[in-house]
């Protein structure tokens, strides 16, 4: 009994990781799978909006819910004028230039915020109804890490309605698998980029608002995870919500499971198996398309 | 590569071609400029030795990004490699003679190279991208939890480097030893470089970056020729990893990290990739201005790093040399017409 409550509020609290790890990586996944672009620069998204929710709640007295409204709204707005702007420049270009675009651009997100904020951690402070814990029946848990769930099944669940019942999610699919068949069908591709970079990167900021409570908030933060939302993109295939739903939820329920049982090595062991998945299905463990 | 065929031997085109590996008069300049801050900077030589080893790093990174088109993001696991190999043999081995002390390094980090480039060249794009990130990480994740062997966190400090050829101490107040040693190396290394490229062979991974796909049409080995590319690479940059930890006389997991294979990559585009030089001129406008500003304002240092990167990227794709290179060439169109 001891043990089955332990796996239980293990899976939880890597469920509810993997949760994040969605909300932040689907936008990746589309934007990459739609344009082809390697965007580096999506943690920082997640980043901003993570400093948007968290500065909006202390100084600027708003509650949780709203915050994270504001922070999904400003995060992208601004995505959308930079990839107007800049991004547009370099569909198309090599690898390089967008790697290298892009890391600049986390190095100036990066400094902005030390400038402007401070190097410190910012704490996210949740409101007092969402700490403590609550009876689930079999075992008692975290409230935040239970609403953090419901929250990520709503969003896939919203993601995925949107994806395969309307007219839009219909443009993207298309889009994905065969861009110019699209374009030559009349679907404004220009447009759909534009609506779906602005989307994904406020969906990375709501993830990083969520997930400041335990990733914590700093200047470092688009670098450090950068790593783990492009596994889970890798994983997961590009342009694929169910494919990255699942990936994110593995990945989430592994990283929790064996920072628990190997301390040591946990790390390692997630880095050795996505080099293994990606030498063996180079388009993810659900996707359909080579990366 | 054959002659070309006999009417086109007198051919412009073709002089250039069989006449490029020439010395072209300029080339000994960063030489000279080299072994003039030994003389006029004595006080400085801790921060030329961090350069030399720099430009080496960058020259390593050009072979397979500016010649083979094979990006990665994973370059520093190399020059970690050979840094560590050199550590932990001084350390623990008590192998502390520089020269075979580097020929292991370089050693350790071919096989790297060798073993990573069979498996991971077979993809491209951004799967190899990610492969790359992933085997640097994993490296890092290695020395990170081998703390018995490799200290750790903390690295290993306080490496017992021998007299180079049992004469030279190298003294870390006053490093006049290791700059002239990283200099001659790095000579070394350049010629082999140079040659490489000049070669046929690099003729065929410039072809290989162009068009792969042509490669293979007119029958060229195109993967084999990457595998050798990439582990000839990682061999100089495990040359240059081990000769870092030899003058500095330590190790640090920062050696293997995203920060030095970024910086590495951000200096070689600055300069200019795919131009031999490029890795120097690179290294010296990076170095100088972070040495410089990366003290006095660390934070505007990366704000205007990030900036600088966007404009290369948008607009200057070829670095400082290939805005170099088109100056000089309206200069030369301009008083013709």
Redesign the interface.
């Known amino acids: 009994m001891i043990f089955g409550v332990d796996v239980a509020s293990m899976l939880l609290g890597g469920v509810a990781a993997g949760m994040v790890l969605f909300i932040v990586s689907v936008g990746l996944s589309v934007t990459?799978g739609l344009m082809g672009f390697?965007n580096l620069a999506h943690g920082g998204f997640a980043m901003l909006g993570g400093y948007a929710i968290v500065l909006a709640m202390k100084h600027g007295g708003l509650g949780f819910a709203p915050a994270l409204a504001f922070g999904f709204l400003a995060v992208a707005a601004v995505s959308a004028l930079l990839e107007r702007v800049?991004y547009a420049?370099?569909y198309g270009a090599?690898?390089?230039?967008?790697?290298?675009?892009t890391?600049?651009?986390?190095?100036?997100?990066?400094?902005?915020v030390?400038?402007l904020v401070g190097p410190e951690n910012q704490p996210l402070v949740l409101p007092s109804i969402l700490q403590g814990q609550i009876d689930l029946g079999i075992t008692r848990y975290r409230t935040y890490s239970v609403v953090l769930i419901a929250t990520g099944i709503a969003i896939a669940a919203g993601l995925w309605v949107a994806f395969e019942r309307t007219r839009m999610g219909a443009q993207i699919r298309a889009a994905v698998d065969n861009r110019r068949m699209a374009e030559s069908l009349g679907i404004n591709i220009r447009r759909l980029f534009t609506i779906t970079f602005a989307f994904g990167s406020g969906l990375a900021a709501l993830g990083g608002g969520l997930g400041a409570e335990f990733l914590g908030l700093d200047p470092q933060y688009a670098?450090k995870y950068l790593?783990y939302f492009?596994?889970v993109v890798?994983v997961g295939g590009l342009g694929r919500v169910t494919g990255v739903f699942c990936a994110a939820l593995l990945i989430g329920v592994l990283d929790f499971a064996l920072k628990k049982y190997v301390p040591?090595?946990g790390?390692?062991f997630i880095?050795?198996l996505?080099?293994l998945l990606?030498?063996w299905r180079?388009q993810g463990l659900f996707g359909g398309k080579?990366? | 590569m054959s002659l070309p065929p006999l009417g086109l031997a007198g051919h412009p085109a073709a002089l250039a071609l069989a006449g490029r590996h020439r010395p072209r008069l300029w080339e000994p300049i960063p030489w000279i400029l080299a072994i003039a801050l030994y003389f006029a900077f004595p006080k400085h030589l801790g921060f030329g030795t961090e350069l030399l080893v720099t430009i080496l790093f960058a020259l390593s990174l050009d072979l397979v990004?500016g010649y083979a088109g094979i990006?990665t993001?994973g370059h520093a696991a190399f020059f970690g490699a050979g840094a560590y190999a050199v550590g932990m043999l001084a350390k623990h081995g008590g192998w502390n003679e520089p020269i075979t002390g580097l020929v292991v390094a370089t050693v350790v980090a071919a096989a790297i190279g060798l073993a990573s480039g069979l498996?991971?060249l077979?993809?491209r794009?951004?799967?190899l991208?990610?492969?790359t990130?992933?085997?640097m990480?994993?490296l890092e994740?290695?020395a990170n939890?081998a703390h018995e062997y490799t200290g750790g966190f903390d690295g290993l400090d306080s490496l017992p480097i021998a007299p180079l050829f049992g004469v030279f101490e190298f003294d870390p107040l006053y490093p006049t030893t290791q700059y002239l040693y990283v200099l001659a190396v790095l000579f070394l290394c350049f010629l082999f470089v140079r040659t490489l490229v000049y070669s046929p062979f690099g003729q065929s991974l410039t072809g290989i970056r162009e068009n792969m796909l042509r490669m293979r049409a007119v029958g060229a080995p195109v993967r084999a020729r990457l595998v050798i590319c990439y582990t000839l690479s990682a061999a100089i940059a495990g040359i240059a990893g081990g000769i870092w930890a030899q003058a500095n006389a330590y190790v640090n997991l920062g050696t293997l990290g995203?920060d030095r294979a970024?910086t590495v990559?951000?200096i070689l585009?600055l300069g200019g990739y795919g131009r031999l030089y490029g890795a120097f001129v690179g290294a010296v406008a990076y170095m100088a201005l972070s040495h410089f500003l990366s003290k006095v304002y660390p934070?505007?240092w990366?704000?205007g790093?990030?900036?600088?990167?966007?404009v290369?990227?948008?607009f200057a794709?070829n670095g400082i040399l290939g805005i170099a290179e088109n100056l000089w060439r309206r200069r030369r169109a301009a008083p013709a017409p």
Do not use: H, N, W
Request: proline share 1%; glycine share 4%; aromatic share 4%.
């Open positions: 990459m390697v800049l420049r370099l090599d690898e390089l230039d967008q790697v290298l675009f890391i600049g651009l986390v190095f100036v997100m990066t400094a902005s030390t400038l670098l790593v492009l596994i890798a040591q090595g790390t390692l880095y050795a996505t080099i990606l030498l180079p080579a990366i | 990004l990006v993001l498996v991971l077979r993809t794009g951004l799967t991208l990610m492969l990130l992933s085997t990480a994993l994740e290695v939890l995203l970024a990559l951000i585009v934070t505007a990366q704000l790093l990030g900036l600088l990167l966007v290369i990227a948008l794709k």
